[in-house]
């Protein structure tokens, strides 16, 4: 299905923060762009001067057509810089410039496959959508998030069963989700991933030893969002060119792309 | 030849499909395609881009799918559009260039009135992120006036020469591609950058350098544009840091005939609409007519 990509004002419903230094934002519109795969994004304007110039993707981390037509969408960000902190203080009752849905999201898994969906820090955000979208369509899931510790758990409700992994050990699991999954799935599993270049870079290498499938939503820089500038390249497996991550992906088979590392 | 003067920059619009959706591409003055060359070009390693106070640098590296690929897969496309397609050209040696619109001329056959998916050629001789070609001919007034000329013995379709703005006098310039038979010039193409990451110890780009442009570039741009324009008597088109009406008309008053938005594009793909109606208003509030009138408005201070 081809959902059309739309640029609309989204009115800012709420804004509010769920962890130190990361927030969720709710927006809400009327018509228009269609509804997102898990894994699709959106790219806000968060100022309407020149500084800073780009608009900033942001992956759905929920979506839901509600009575009277209006949908509601949301999303959550860490504040990182100048953008995401400018973001950040858009308040309840204004708008802001939205383009979406974009990309191409997470591919349902086999009938055979168990679904894992391993988030490292703010890459929770998709992985929240697609594990409702899974649990709607009666699939099982199991998400896996990791921080580095405990005081940095977001305040944002989690799948039934979601399991905890921080570095230091201060709650749930001590380690990343990658050595969680290494250590706790043993049938055939389908990885969906989210987080950190290493992360991700990780997460393929133990997708390639367990003969596991593995679609994982890359992260770079964006011009356009739209697959017009070539800006979001990310380097093939095979060496030959590359791929762009907001047309091509952002959710990539973990086989496509040399995540390095 | 164009409808109205306002037209998408080369690089920032791929083709046109991108952004179908969003932007309502036939109404717009001229759609200057991504560069195309002799060969298949992956492009430059990754990271290509990083934003810049008030702009961005890139280092695509003319990534584009080759000639042949143009001319099968795009050139059906580009047919169906009511804007000007204006086909942006680039190569290492004056042979490719002349190649790429040997190739281009026999597939979109003889010039008419339109619908051959090519009304004209913007040739790139000042693209920063290739090591050869590119800003290598575009800073030399000798190699552009030949190459000028070469071309001009290929095609009866119009000849913009795109030029750069890292050279000491863009005049000189701008009189070579006259005197070689450019139908007109356009200005500016990007400013050579480089952001370090203090942290890493490590350039932001992975090829280091890279073109600079978004309203940043502005002041340049007009004032190579102005400069351009009373060095030669071919139109000028302005480009360089247009994202509204205000932008677009400082290179109308300094000597434009016609502007490019190309960055503005990624920020608000809806501005371009928004900057030809801000010029048409413009223009009937001050009783201006004709789009090259607007330069005789331009007062000495």
Known sequence: MIVPVKQFEARIIDNRPIAPSWRELILSWDEGAGVPTPG????????????????????????????????RASIIYQIRGKGTHLLSELAPGGSVDAIGPLGKGFPLPEADEESILAGG????????????????AGRKNVLVLGVRSASLLPSIELPAGAILCTDDGSSGFRGTPVDWISRNVSGKAHIYGCGSAPMLASLSRLAGEKSWKASLSAEQWMACGVGACMGCALPKSDGAGYMRACADGPVFDSTEINWGV | MLANPVGLASGTFGYGSEYESLVDVDSIGALYTKAVTIENRPGNRAPRIVETPSGMLNSIGLANPGVEAFIADKLPELRKRRCAIIVNVAGSTEGEYLEVVRRIEKAAG????????????EINVSCPNVRHGGLAFGTDPIQIERLTRSLRGETERPLIVKLTPNVADIGSIAVAAEAGGADAVS??????GMVIDVDACKTSLAMGTGGLSGPAVR????????????????????????????????????????????????????????VLAGIESWMEARGVARVEDIAARLRSV
Do not use: H, M, W
């Open chain 1, 121 to 136: 820090g703010i890459g929770l955000g998709p992985l929240l959508y697609f594990a409702k979208a899974l649990a709607a």
């Open chain 2, 187 to 192: 200005c500016i193409n990007t400013l050579v």
């Open chain 1, 40 to 71: 699709q994004f959106l790219t806000l304007r968060v100022s309407p001067y020149s500084d800073p110039l780009l608009r900033r993707p942001f992956a759905f981390s929920g979506f839901a057509s509600t009575i009277n037509e209006t949908l």
């Open chain 2, 110 to 121: 003889p010039r008419t009135a339109g619908g051959t998916g090519v009304d004209g050629y």
């Open chain 2, 219 to 274: 002041p340049v741009g007009v004032a190579c544009c102005y400069k351009a324009n009373r060095a030669v008597k071919i139109p000028v088109i302005g480009l360089g840091g247009i994202s509204c009406a205000q932008d677009a008309l400082q290179y109308l008053l300094a000597g434009a005939r016609a502007v490019q938005v190309g960055t503005g594009t990624f920020v608000d793909p809806s501005c371009v609409s928004k």
